[in-house]
Nanobody
Framework: QVQLVESGGGLVQPGGSLNLSCTAS????????MGWYRQAPGKLRELVAA???????DYADSVKGRFTFSRDSAKNTVYLHMNSLKPEDTAVYYC????????????????WGQGTQVTVSS
């Protein structure tokens, strides 16, 4: 009922930049939160950046000062601007959204995108 479509991954050299975007579509009454997570080979999926309470954004310590999260609420779209990329940023990046599909929903539903590969290598 809800689809998340990510774009913008790719191969970049260390120190380079990439921009990711994610758009939610389908049955959306309201969005509680959206964010970016990543999963490197052999590791657990981890938070990268996500909307916290109010207009605040939570960032993983490892990306603070290098990554910037932004959103366009009118378009149900979030972005991740990644600068000063490091080889350890290599992972599949997933978009997550927690959405109420109708005004009658008591509990919102968490949905995931298909993931986009980010590879940082020289």
């Amino acid at each position: 009922q809800v689809q998340l479509v990510e774009s913008g991954g790719g191969l970049v050299q260390p120190g380079g930049s990439l921009n990711l975007s994610c758009t939610a579509s389908g049955r959306i009454f309201s969005i509680k939160t959206m964010g970016w997570y990543r999963q490197a080979p052999g590791k657990l999926r981890e938070l990268v950046a996500a909307i916290a309470s109010g207009d605040n954004t939570d960032y993983a310590d490892s990306v603070k000062g290098r990554f910037t999260f932004s959103r366009d609420s009118a378009k149900n779209t979030v972005y991740l601007h990644m600068n000063s990329l490091k080889p350890e940023d290599t992972a599949v990046y997933y978009c997550n959204a927690v959405i109420y599909s109708s005004g009658f929903d008591v509990v919102p539903v968490s949905s995931w995108g298909q993931g986009t590969q980010v590879t940082v290598s020289s």
